[in-house]
């Protein structure tokens, strides 16, 4: 009898207490620690703009007249149970969909047709309906063979040419003055695919920066360097366990113009006058999370040599560099450390530092360069660039002791490109 009341109601009902049978089924048998199905596992979909009213009403069931005359002798607090359910899901999901729109990844309207599992047919002679699974044939799409060849190495470029303000303290190591200058800096770094190779560690930094101001205040010269820095830096490395590695290092950086304080014929720099190399033996730990927007390496060294060179002691005094009078260079043998972060905090904004430090158990010398990257643009950008330096080796300053300062503020050009 209630069949048949069911289906005098219309195909509407029929089909809700088809479709909310299993669920019955399933919260009568299942225990009470069972995951049940909900709307809120799925993907998150977009259907059709909703208004307040639409997501905190209850749904009403379409009945014909002769249906809502007719009393069902069921209990149906499931249903309503299940209706207000629905709606609390349906809420969040909307919810969800407002406050996080980049999760919303499908849209109802723009969905392919999902392809049908199963034909109804009519069976005239029988007056009913039939049901009929239809078979569907896998689709063969034809993909056209490229050859990918592995990328051993991965490559990464960066050039810009900046126009910058710059303050340096008058006891900087490589000389300069506080000035409004052209800043070119590039910069190129060839690494070993680690995807390829996960047990070898194997970076490498190329970098130069050269910069030129106009030189009022000198009768001498037109113009002057004040940046002149060319630095090669190398790293192999062999895991040992999980993020460390037995590792090798080696640092070389110098300058390639020649420097001179204004107004005089003294010279405070030139190729080779200073120059540095440093090789070190010890172990790396390096990290990356998943979107590479924080990469770390720390180098530990107990084995490092040291060595610093100065060319010209002609028209250049080596002590300025922590070379005894008369030499051309001094080597050292002590330990050292260096740290990298590259950090991007933001689509537009990159923190990249580097501190480095050697000892030899006498005298110490460290380095701590911070660049401050704004991106304006894809191709035009701000640098904060800080440069802070302690060597016990040169020779002491009544205002700055062993330290030693240089900042530049830089607006400019910038060009990127990688193979990863």
């Not at 479709?19 to 799925?42: E, G, R, V």
Request: proline residues 5%; charged residues 20%.
């Amino acid at each position: 009898m209630r069949l048949n009341i069911l289906e005098i109601a219309g195909h509407r009902i029929v089909i809700m207490a088809m479709t909310l049978l299993p669920l019955m089924a399933a919260a009568q048998t299942s225990p009470a620690d069972t995951l049940k199905p909900s709307t809120l596992l799925m993907p998150l979909i977009f259907e059709q703009q909703q208004t307040p009213d639409s997501l905190l009403g209850s749904p009403q069931l379409a009945m014909p007249q002769q249906a809502r005359q007719c009393h069902l002798e069921v209990d149906n607090s499931w249903l309503r149970k299940a209706q207000q359910q629905r709606e609390r899901e349906n809420a969040l999901r909307y919810d969800a969909m407002i406050r996080n729109p980049q999760l919303v990844k499908y849209n109802l309207s723009t969905l392919p047709a999902p392809p049908d599992e199963y034909a109804v047919g009519a069976d005239l002679n029988k007056n009913r309906l039939v049901i009929t699974p239809v078979e569907t044939q896998p689709v063969v799409v034809e993909v056209e063979k490229v050859d990918v060849k592995p990328r051993n190495w991965l490559h990464t470029v960066n050039a810009s040419l900046h126009f910058t303000q710059a303050y340096i303290s008058d006891n900087w190591y490589q000389g300069g003055e506080n000035n409004l200058n052209v800043l070119a800096d590039f910069q190129w770094d060839f690494n070993l695919n680690q995807v390829l190779h996960p047990k070898w560690l194997f970076n490498n930094t190329l970098r130069y920066k050269l910069g030129v101001m106009t030189a009022h205040n000198d009768s001498l010269r037109n113009y002057a360097i004040n940046e002149d820095n060319f630095q090669f830096s190398s790293q192999l490395g062999y895991k040992a366990v999980k993020n460390w590695y037995y590792s090798a290092s080696l640092l070389f950086k110098t300058q390639f113009f020649n420097n001179y304080k204004s107004n005089t014929n003294t010279m405070t720099a030139a190729f080779l006058s200073p120059a540095e190399l440093n090789i070190g033996l010890g172990m790396t730990y390096s990290y990356k999370d998943k979107f590479e927007t924080k990469v770390f390496t720390l180098s530990i060294a107990p084995l490092s040599y040291n060595i610093k060179i100065c060319r010209n002691i002609d028209d250049i005094d080596p002590t300025i560099f922590g070379i005894d009078p008369g030499h051309h260079t001094k080597h050292s043998f002590g330990s050292n450390l260096e740290a990298k972060l590259n950090w991007k905090i933001s689509n537009n904004i990159t923190w990249s530092s580097r501190l480095y430090a050697f000892t030899n158990y006498e005298y110490v010398q460290g380095d701590w360069e911070n660049t401050f990257d704004f991106s304006i643009t894809r191709h035009l950008n701000t640098k904060l660039f800080v440069h802070l330096r302690y060597d016990k080796s040169h020779a002491w300053h009544p205002d700055w002791k062993y330290w030693q300062l240089k900042e530049i503020l830089s607006l400019g050009l910038t060009y990127r490109f990688s193979t990863n």
